[in-house]
């Protein structure tokens, strides 16, 4: 399967708290994505990291890609209840990852 | 930034009977476009890509006959389910990216969620 998996598959922590998410895959890829999902709701871009490229920021949001390891990371800093989601890795090929949910308790 | 609607957001229906979901792109004109299938607490699967003005391109497992996707213009494509049945029942969602940028995320509608009874 060309899917990334992720880990872990559910987290739980409480407001304040860094989340962090890891993506591996097993293709060589042009780029990898973060997407975030409300329950019930679509998918919403987060953050886009290209193959050359170790470290992306955006916001409280920071990326990491190894292309040697296949793997990426998604740190959620200072987390807040409303980051409550599932969270998606992305290959260019429009594969989703297995996904982590995230649960931030207020 | 882009948008892409989906319509319904909820459908029950009958065993038997078909069901059409909707997905525009409501800022920009959207030459292909992704219908995925999501299972509870699990990732977005794709179906098939939406082609404006021929036909869709089908992932390996996924019945065409079964699911039948026209996008007859570069704001709209549709996609049918066929005689529904309870397994079916499933979340699904559609997406686009903007043809107009360098590089385009994946736009989502906000999903359809289908049961069928």
């Known amino acids: 399967s060309q899917q990334g998996e992720e880990d872990p598959q559910a987290l739980s922590i409480q407001e304040g708290e860094n989340a962090t998410m890891n993506c591996s895959y097993k293709t060589s890829i042009n780029n990898l994505q973060w997407y975030r999902q409300n329950s019930g709701r679509g998918l919403v871009h987060l953050i886009l990291i290209r193959s050359n490229e170790r470290e992306k920021h955006s916001g409280r949001l920071r990326v990491t890609l190894d292309t040697s390891k296949k793997s990426s990371s998604l740190l959620i800093t200072a987390s807040r209840a409303a980051d409550t989601a599932s969270y998606f890795c992305?290959?260019?090929?429009?594969?989703f990852g297995t996904g982590t949910r995230l649960q931030v308790f207020p | 930034g882009a948008v892409v609607s989906q319509h319904p957001s909820r459908v029950i229906c009958k065993s038997g009977t078909s069901v059409k979901i909707e997905c525009r792109s409501l800022d920009f004109q959207a030459t292909t476009m992704f219908w995925y299938r999501q299972f509870p607490k699990q990732s977005l699967m794709l179906m098939a890509t939406s082609n404006e003005g021929s036909k869709a391109t089908y992932e390996q497992g996924v019945e065409k006959d079964k699911f039948l996707i026209n996008h007859a213009s570069l704001t709209l494509s549709t996609l049918t389910v066929t005689s529904a049945h309870p397994e079916d029942s499933s979340f699904y969602i559609c997406?686009?990216?903007?043809?107009?940028?360098?590089?385009?995320?994946?736009?989502f509608g906000n999903g359809t969620r289908l049961t069928v009874t």
């Open positions: 997406s686009a990216r903007d043809p107009g940028m360098v590089w385009s995320p994946l736009h």
């Open positions: 992305a290959l260019d090929k429009l594969i």
